[in-house]
């Protein structure tokens, strides 16, 4: 079992950035794939970003790419997001997710075994 608890979410201007983490207890995740993923009020849950066990393959959505940066600590059992030049259509509850399968950055959220409880993410002015 693993247990996947996110944080450094917040309130930031459009423009600004944040630093999320997820952290993960209970087991390694250092041969887990890890994706984070996000919920808009109203809207499906949809992939933001993931990284293979090693942290040699990334993924991102189209809407982010460039802005976001995906990264992992296997020696800290952690992941983080980074995520500079927000804009408002980027609020929502982001979610860290690990994947059994390792080699594997999928973007589809069924592939994905264990999630954390979310960080909300308000970008506003």
């Known amino acids: 079992q693993v247990q996947l608890v996110e944080s450094g979410g917040g309130l930031v201007q459009p423009g600004g950035s944040l630093r999320l983490s997820c952290a993960a207890s209970?087991?390694?995740?250092?041969?887990?794939?890890m994706g984070w993923f996000r919920q808009a009020p109203g809207k499906e849950r949809e992939f933001v970003a993931g990284?293979?066990?090693?942290?040699?393959?990334?993924n991102y959505a189209d809407s982010v790419k460039g802005r976001f940066t995906i990264s992992r600590d296997n020696a800290k059992n952690t992941v983080h997001l980074q995520m500079n030049s927000l804009k408002p259509e980027d609020t929502a509850v982001y979610y860290c997710?690990?994947?059994?399968?390792?080699?594997?950055?999928?973007?589809?959220?069924?592939?994905?075994?264990?999630w954390g409880q979310g960080t909300q993410v308000t970008v506003s002015s």
């Open positions: 990284t293979s066990w090693t942290g040699g393959s990334t």
């Open positions: 209970g087991d390694t995740i250092r041969t887990y794939a």
């Open positions: 997710a690990a994947n059994f399968l390792g080699t594997v950055v999928s973007a589809k959220d069924y592939e994905y075994k264990y």
